[in-house]
């Protein structure tokens, strides 16, 4: 990585509250689902949501959104107006040095509605989340410390 790209990411490491939201408390949400392009929650989700005055989300990515907010997790809002995406911090990117794979949560019911495995990124921690395996594994030696959050039992050995 050049000395440009290492700066940035240190600014993000030394601001963490600047650029990374997390949830308050590990939550599944909804056991067994996986994205999709439109889901329809089962009703006592979607009532718990509710009671929660959460709006289910059915887009592609909102089952996993609305188990972060359910968590107690805040997505701030951009300059544009909009609120920070949502990112799996197990993406199936940056395999640890030691397995021939990571976790794809998106993919695995186990984890796509985590909150656990869930964070807000700020624009610019989001592209070096998807950019950069130094940052991706900081993000998830952070869950694994928070909420013990280790799908590829890399830290908890």
């Known amino acids: 990585m050049d000395g440009a790209c290492q700066a940035v990411l240190n600014v993000v490491y030394e601001n963490p509250e600047k650029f990374v939201s997390w949830p308050t408390t590990s939550l599944l949400l909804w056991d067994g689902a996986t994205r999709v392009r439109y889901h329809q929650y089962p009703d006592a989700i979607a009532e718990r949501l509710r009671k929660a005055g959460i709006t289910p989300n059915t887009l592609s990515n909102g089952p996993a959104i609305c188990s972060f907010l359910l968590a107690g997790g805040l ?72 909420f013990k959050f280790d799908p590829d039992r890399v830290f908890e050995q």
């Open 75 to 146: 997505r701030p809002l951009r300059e544009t107006g909009e609120q920070w995406p949502i990112h799996h911090i197990y993406d199936g990117k940056f395999p640890h040095s030691k397995k021939a794979d990571t976790a794809i949560a998106v993919r695995d019911g186990r984890y796509f509605t985590e909150a656990g495995g869930l964070v807000a990124l700020h624009p610019i921690a989001h592209a070096c989340a998807h950019e950069f395996s130094e940052f991706a594994w900081w993000l998830r030696g952070e869950a694994f410390r928070r």
